[in-house]
C-alpha cells in the first residue's frame, strides 16, 4: 500500500491507524498546495481531488476521504479491534463519529485554514467549532479514548484535527477531557512513530 500524505494534515490519521495496524505501507509525500509529488510527478494524476489523503492499494484499486481510508485500515487488522465488526450497532455508532469528524470538525476548522477569509467569518466558524467540541468533551467523560476503553480508528481521525486547535487560535484549556485526551493519545508508540515519521517530532 502506498499512503500519500501532507506533513501534518488528515492524512496523519491514516498514517497513526497504519503504525497501529501493524500494516506494510509505504509514504509518498506531497504538496497539496503545489499538487506535486515527492519525485516531482504531477499528483492529479493519482487523486484528481488533488487533497490527501489518498491510499494506493497493491492491486491498483485508489481510496480517497479520510473516514472511508481509515475504516478500511482498520478492517485489514481485525485482531487489533480498530473498528467493530460490519453489520453491528457498535460499527455503525464508530462511523457515527468518523462522520461527525469528517463533516464537522474537520470541515469547520477549514476556514481556519483560508488566508482570504475574513475575520468575521473565522469567529463565526471558532464559535460553532466550539458547540461541536463540546459534544466531543462529553462523550470523553470517563472514557480513556472516545468510545471507550480501546483506541479506533475514530480516535486516530480526532487526534489529528485537534492538533490544528493551537494553530487555529482554539484553547482546549476550556476542555479539560478533550486536552487530557490529546495528551494522552500523543504519548501512544504508534502515534509517535507516525509524527516522527512526518517530522512533527524531534528525532
Given at each position: 500500500m502506498k499512503l500519500f500524505y501532507s506533513r501534518g494534515?488528515?492524512?496523519?490519521?491514516?498514517?497513526i491507524l497504519l503504525?497501529?495496524?501493524?500494516l506494510p505501507f509505504e509514504l509518498v509525500r506531497t504538496n497539496i498546495r503545489t499538487g506535486k509529488l515527492e519525485n516531482g510527478g504531477d499528483y492529479a494524476?493519482?487523486?484528481p481531488k488533488?487533497?490527501?489523503?489518498?491510499?494506493?492499494?497493491?492491486d491498483g484499486e485508489l481510496f480517497t476521504e479520510c473516514a472511508v481510508i481509515l475504516q478500511y485500515i482498520a478492517d485489514q487488522a481485525p485482531n487489533k479491534l480498530l473498528i467493530p465488526a460490519c453489520g453491528t450497532r457498535e460499527r455503525y455508532r464508530a462511523q457515527m463519529w468518523l462522520n461527525f469528524?469528517?463533516?464537522?470538525?474537520?470541515?469547520?476548522?477549514?476556514?481556519?485554514?483560508?488566508?482570504?477569509?475574513?475575520?468575521?467569518?473565522?469567529?463565526?466558524?471558532r464559535d460553532r467549532l466550539s458547540e461541536r467540541l463540546e459534544l466531543v468533551a462529553t462523550q470523553l467523560q470517563g472514557k480513556a479514548?472516545?468510545?471507550?476503553?480501546?483506541?479506533?480508528?475514530?480516535?486516530a481521525y480526532l487526534f489529528t484535527v485537534l492538533r490544528w486547535s493551537e494553530h487555529c487560535k482554539i484553547d482546549l484549556g476550556?476542555?479539560?477531557?478533550?486536552?487530557?485526551?490529546?495528551?494522552?493519545?500523543?504519548?501512544?508508540?504508534?502515534?509517535?512513530?507516525?509524527?516522527r515519521s512526518e517530522g512533527l517530532l524531534e528525532q
Amino acid at each position: 500500500m502506498k499512503l500519500f500524505y501532507s506533513r501534518g494534515a488528515s492524512s496523519l490519521a491514516p498514517h497513526i491507524l497504519l503504525c497501529c495496524a501493524g500494516l506494510p505501507f509505504e509514504l509518498v509525500r506531497t504538496n497539496i498546495r503545489t499538487g506535486k509529488l515527492e519525485n516531482g510527478g504531477d499528483y492529479a494524476t493519482v487523486n484528481p481531488k488533488g487533497y490527501v489523503p489518498a491510499l494506493w492499494l497493491d492491486d491498483g484499486e485508489l481510496f480517497t476521504e479520510c473516514a472511508v481510508i481509515l475504516q478500511y485500515i482498520a478492517d485489514q487488522a481485525p485482531n487489533k479491534l480498530l473498528i467493530p465488526a460490519c453489520g453491528t450497532r457498535e460499527r455503525y455508532r464508530a462511523q457515527m463519529w468518523l462522520n461527525f469528524i469528517a463533516t464537522e470538525l474537520h470541515k469547520g476548522f477549514s476556514p481556519l485554514f483560508n488566508p482570504d477569509m475574513p475575520e468575521q467569518g473565522k469567529i463565526i466558524a471558532r464559535d460553532r467549532l466550539s458547540e461541536r467540541l463540546e459534544l466531543v468533551a462529553t462523550q470523553l467523560q470517563g472514557k480513556a479514548f472516545l468510545q471507550g476503553s480501546n483506541f479506533t480508528a475514530a480516535d486516530a481521525y480526532l487526534f489529528t484535527v485537534l492538533r490544528w486547535s493551537e494553530h487555529c487560535k482554539i484553547d482546549l484549556g476550556q476542555w479539560p477531557e478533550i486536552l487530557a485526551y490529546r495528551e494522552r493519545i500523543a504519548k501512544l508508540p504508534f502515534v509517535q512513530a507516525a509524527m516522527r515519521s512526518e517530522g512533527l517530532l524531534e528525532q
